[in-house]
């Protein structure tokens, strides 16, 4: 089942249910996938699916860091509930030990010896954590262990 018809059964869910949040965040995400199937012409794979979700995933958390810095805790509860509607959507998520091993494996094949391979390692190790980990924790990754 794709992404746009898993929203659509859990937007109707949400209806039945009277859950105001989940169905306002439901209509948000798809809303998103609608129009980035606009945008690319076509359905979306898998992997774009996932992307997207990363990304409406990211800009949750980066608002919650705001408000939470600006003193808005009248905001933080209804974001995170979106925050957690959300990641149902995304694959699980590597812990930071299994994000290590994937990079300690990338940088063994490409054969990095410093940080000047920062640009290449990252090349060879985004595509195989693609949606599964957040592109800040891989990147703080690579740089410490081509330290």
């Given at each position: 089942?794709?992404?746009?018809?898993?929203?659509?059964?859990?937007?109707?869910?949400?209806?039945?249910?009277?859950?105001?949040?989940?169905?306002?965040?439901?209509?948000?995400?798809?809303?998103?996938?609608?129009?980035?199937?606009?945008?690319?012409?076509?359905?979306?794979?898998?992997?774009?699916?996932?992307?997207?979700?990363?990304?409406?995933?990211?800009?949750?958390?980066?608002?919650?860091?705001?408000?939470?810095?600006?003193?808005?805790?009248?905001?933080?509860?209804?974001?995170?509930?979106?925050?957690k509607i959300v990641e149902n959507y995304?694959?699980?998520?590597?812990?930071?030990?299994?994000?290590?091993?994937?990079?300690?494996?990338?940088?063994?094949?490409?054969?990095?010896?410093?940080?000047?391979?920062?640009?290449?390692?990252?090349?060879?190790?985004?595509?195989?954590?693609k949606g599964r980990a957040d592109g800040?924790?891989?990147?703080?990754?690579?740089?410490?262990?081509?330290?």
């Amino acid at each position: 089942m794709s992404l746009l018809e898993t929203l659509n059964n859990d937007l109707k869910q949400a209806m039945k249910a009277k859950d105001k949040q989940t169905l306002s965040t439901v209509r948000m995400l798809k809303a998103a996938v609608t129009n980035e199937e606009i945008k690319a012409g076509h359905e979306l794979s898998t992997d774009d699916e996932t992307v997207l979700l990363a990304r409406e995933l990211k800009q949750r958390k980066e608002s919650y860091a705001e408000f939470k810095s600006a003193g808005r805790d009248d905001l933080l509860e209804s974001l995170d509930m979106e925050i957690k509607i959300v990641e149902n959507y995304l694959p699980e998520q590597l812990s930071a030990e299994e994000v290590t091993d994937i990079v300690k494996e990338v940088i063994s094949q490409v054969g990095a010896t410093s940080k000047a391979d920062f640009g290449k390692v990252m090349g060879a190790v985004i595509p195989k954590l693609k949606g599964r980990a957040d592109g800040k924790v891989i990147s703080e990754t690579v740089k410490s262990l081509l330290n």
